[in-house]
C-alpha cells in the first residue's frame, strides 16, 4: 500500500513542527573522531564538512571516559572473548559474568545493597517507576523533570497525580500532606541535576520532608533520583547530587553508563527486595536485550577509574575547566548561571541571537546547543555548553575568543 493519505498527514505534521520552532531536524552525522593530543582536546569531523574538525561543547562525556584507551581496550577485549552481542535478553540466555561484575560495582559504588542494569537511562526510569506506581499511590514530581520521568507518569496508573512547581519544597511538602490517608504509598520522583540548566535538586530537603511524612504512609515514602547527569560530573568523588547535597541515600537511585562514565546503559541501585521485584516486573528490563557484555566490561573500568585516585583528579580538573569558562564569559559580560556542574548556560535571552551565535560558533568550529523560543519561554533563551574533562585550556580559551568575537560584541 502507498500510504499516501497516512504520509501526507505525518508530513503536514512535522512541516507544522518546524514552524513552530520544535523540530528537531536534520542530524549532525559524525563520520570521524580525532583524539587528544597535547593541548589540543579531541575534535569530531561532520558529514559534509570536509575534513574541518569541531570542538564538542554539546556531549555528556563529561568525563572523557569514552575515548580513553583503557576504556575501549576493555571493550574490544570482552567482545573477543563473548561476541559482540548479548543473543537474548537476560532471562533467557543473555546474562554475561561481565553484566553482573558490573551491577555488583555499581551497588559498591553507591552503597546499595544491589543494582540492576538496562538498555538505556530512559529505560531504566520507565522501568522502575511504572511497576511501582499502583491504584493505591501518590505519585509526586517536580514540573521541570527529564522526559523518561514524564511519560513514565504518563504511562503509570495512580490514585493521583501531583506535578509541583519546580523546586518548590513548599509544594511538595504540601502534596505529601493532602495524600496522607488517602494514598498507601506516596513516590516522589525528581531529577538530580536539571540538565538545561545544570541547577540541582535540593535532594537533602526532600529526603527530610519525605521522612517526615513517611509514617503517614502504610507503604512509605519512596523517594526517586534521576541522577544520570550528575554521576560521575558533580560531588567530591563523582556519587552525584546525593553527595553534593549531603544528602542521606536515596530510596531508589537511576543513572545512566552513557554520559560521565562514556559508554552505554543505564541502572538502578537501591536493596536486594526493590531489585528482585523490578527483575521481575518491568518491561523494560525482562523483554528488552541488555547491553552488550564488551560495553558492560567498558562500563565497568569507566566506574573503577572514576572510584580512584586518577577519578578524583577528573573531577578536579572538571571542575577547574567549568570555572575557567565561567570566569571567561562574566569578563566578557555574558550571562550565566554559576555553579559546579559541567553545564553552563549561557542566558542569551533572545531567539534571534540565539540562533545567530550558535551559527557563530559552528562557523569557528564549536558546536553548541542552543534553546531558543518556543522550546523555552521568552526571556530564557540560552546556549547550553557542556565542559567535558578531556577539553584542554588552549580548548576553552579559544572558545572564549571566538565568543569574544561574536556578533554584536562591540555594540553598546
Known amino acids: 500500500m502507498p500510504l499516501d ?3 501526507d498527514v505525518l508530513d503536514g505534521h512535522v512541516r507544522e513542527l518546524a514552524r513552530k520552532g520544535t523540530a528537531k531536524g536534520a542530524e549532525a552525522v559524525v563520520t570521524a573522531v580525532e583524539m587528544p593530543r597535547g593541548e589540543r582536546g579531541p ?4 558529514e559534509g564538512e570536509g575534513e574541518r574538525p569541531f570542538i564538542r561543547l554539546n556531549s555528556n562525556s563529561y568525563l572523557g571516559m569514552g575515548l580513553r584507551p583503557d576504556v575501549i581496550a576493555a571493550e574490544e ?11 537474548a535478553v537476560r532471562f533467557i540466555s543473555g546474562t554475561y559474568a561481565a553484566h553482573v561484575e558490573l551491577e555488583r560495582r555499581l551497588a559498591r559504588f553507591h552503597g546499595r545493597e544491589e543494582a540492576m542494569l538496562f538498555s538505556s537511562a530512559y529505560a531504566a526510569v520507565v522501568g522502575c517507576l511504572v511497576p511501582l506506581i499502583d491504584a493505591g499511590t501518590a505519585l509526586i514530581s517536580d514540573e521541570l523533570n527529564h522526559n523518561s520521568i514524564i511519560n513514565a507518569v504518563r504511562l503509570a496508573r495512580p490514585l493521583s497525580k501531583v506535578v509541583y512547581p519546580h523546586l518548590d519544597m513548599r509544594a511538595l511538602d504540601r502534596a505529601l500532606a493532602q495524600a496522607a490517608g488517602k494514598a498507601r504509598r506516596a513516590v516522589v520522583v525528581t531529577d538530580g541535576i536539571f540538565s538545561m540548566r545544570g541547577v540541582h535538586a535540593p535532594v537533602d530537603e526532600i529526603m527530610e520532608i519525605a521522612r517526615r511524612h513517611d509514617r503517614n504512609f502504610p507503604e ?9 547527569h550528575g554521576v560521575g560530573a558533580i560531588g567530591a568523588t ?7 547535597t549531603g544528602a542521606p541515600p536515596v530510596d531508589i537511585l537511576v543513572a545512566t553508563l552513557g554520559k560521565a562514565l562514556g559508554v552505554n546503559g543505564g541502572y538502578v541501585a537501591t536493596n536486594a527486595a526493590l531489585v528482585r521485584y523490578l527483575r521481575e516486573s518491568a ?6 536485550n541488555p547491553i552488550t557484555p564488551g560495553e558492560a566490561r567498558a562500563a565497568l573500568k569507566a566506574v573503577e577509574i572514576l572510584d580512584s585516585g586518577e577519578g578524583r583528579q577528573l573531577l578536579e580538573r572538571l571542575r577547574a575547566l567549568t570555572r575557567r569558562f565561567e570566569d571567561g564569559l562574566m569578563r566578557l559580560g555574558i550571562e ?3 555553579g559546579e556542574h559541567p553545564v553552563v548556560p549561557l542566558m542569551i535571552r533572545d531567539t534571534a541571537r540565539t540562533h545567530e551565535l550558535v551559527r557563530h560558533l559552528r562557523d569557528h568550529g564549536i558546536l553548541a546547543t542552543g534553546l531558543a523560543f518556543p522550546v523555552v519561554p521568552r526571556g530564557d533563551e540560552e546556549i547550553r555548553a557542556q565542559i567535558n574533562a578531556d ?3 588552549t580548548d576553552i580559551d579559544y572558545v572564549l575568543d571566538v565568543l569574544a568575537n561574536r556578533p554584536g560584541a562591540g555594540d553598546t
Open 238 to 244: 563523582g556519587r552525584g547530587t546525593e553527595e553534593y
Open 283 to 288: 518491561p523494560f528490563y525482562i523483554y528488552s
Open 220 to 228: 512509605n515514602v519512596v523517594v526517586v533520583l534521576d541522577d544520570s
Open 43 to 46: 575534535r569530531v569531523r561532520l
Open 391 to 393: 577539553h584542554t585550556e
Open 77 to 87: 577485549a570482552e567482545a573477543r572473548a563473548s561476541g559482540a552481542g548479548p543473543g
Open 336 to 338: 550565566v548561571l554559576q
Open 5 to 7: 493519505r497516512l504520509t
